[in-house]
């Protein structure tokens, strides 16, 4: 299983972006994805997670502003972010376990055995 990031940059408060992940080598169908986030000196943490058969979720942090959606087609998951402020500031990674279970999707790290390279976000004030 392959992941690469690509959509970060730079962008002034208020901005937005949109973070793409391209998936390579998935074999199975059952899938559950998620964006995270490493600040420098802070832990990594769940943004977004969405699967094929659990509840989408959000970090309490970005509900409302962020978006995430998956192409099953291109096998590309998104995260659309909008009205970015300066917290939002990081290394962003997408993730992949291959699962499928109702309820919640999951956004804590260990429950993800495949991540890709990150991609850079930076957002002034």
């Known amino acids: 299983v392959q992941l690469v990031e690509s959509g970060g940059g730079s962008v002034q408060a208020g901005g937005s972006l949109r973070l793409s992940c391209a998936a390579s080598?998935?074999?199975?169908?059952?899938?559950?994805m998620s964006w995270f986030r490493e600040a420098p000196g802070k832990e990594r943490e769940g943004v977004a997670s969405?699967?094929?058969?659990?509840?989408?979720t959000y970090a309490d942090s970005v509900r409302g502003r962020f978006t995430i959606f998956k192409d099953n087609a291109k096998n590309t998951l998104y995260l659309q972010m909008n009205g970015l402020k300066s917290e939002d500031t990081a290394m962003y990674y997408c993730?992949?376990?291959?699962?499928?279970?109702?309820?919640?999707?999951?956004?804590?790290?260990?429950?993800?055995?495949?991540w890709g390279q990150g991609t850079q976000v930076t957002v002034s004030s």
């Open positions: 080598g998935i074999r199975y169908s059952r899938y559950l």
């Open positions: 969405i699967g094929d058969y659990c509840i989408t």
């Open positions: 993730a992949y376990a291959p699962i499928q279970y109702s309820g919640t999707c999951l956004r804590d790290r260990a429950t993800f055995g495949y």
